[in-house]
């Protein structure tokens, strides 16, 4: 069971884990609670693969879409980056009408790196062999600790 923000996380496990399910018939079943605590299941479908262009880079993702269920529900679109480990790279969600709620685009580590370091040029100093990304990262910070 995810809330409305985990469950992209928990989608890019599952895409992680199940390739197979990355085809033109590929549906991935979840249960996500909403802001009033009510399940829902969501149905998210494969929908192909799509390139996202983000400041730094031209990512090659494969698209997932949640549609709505109802006439006030909201509909998603996400991008997962599968040389990231299925990390979301974009996402959308729309509203009943189609404007968009909100738009994610979430970039590469060196950027933020980068713009940090011009921002705060005497207080970030993070070299490359203390950058991590992906689902297991942790495990490397723990051991560069």
């Not at 399940?39 to 494969?46: I, K, S």
């Not at 996202?52 to 529900?73: L, M, N, Q």
């Not at 940090?116 to 040029?121: C, G, H, R, S, V």
Request: aromatic letters at 8%; hydrophobic letters at 40%; a negative charge.
């Amino acid at each position: 069971m995810q809330d409305e923000l985990s469950w992209m996380i928990q989608l890019a496990g599952i895409a992680a884990a199940e390739p197979a399910l990355l085809v033109d018939s590929g549906r991935i079943t979840l249960v996500v609670v909403g802001a009033r605590g009510e399940a829902r299941v969501w149905n998210v479908r494969y929908a192909g693969r799509e390139n996202v262009e983000t400041a730094s880079a031209t990512i090659h993702a494969v698209k997932f879409v949640r549609d709505r269920d109802g006439p006030y529900d909201r509909s998603y679109e996400i991008w997962l980056d599968p040389a990231n480990g299925y990390l979301p790279a974009h996402v959308t969600r729309r509203n009943a009408d189609g404007s968009s709620d909100f738009d994610i685009l979430l970039d590469r580590i060196q950027e933020k790196r980068t713009a940090l370091k011009l921002k705060y040029p005497d207080q970030v100093e993070v070299p490359n062999d203390h950058c991590f990304t992906g689902f297991e990262c942790y495990k490397h910070v723990i051991a560069v600790s």
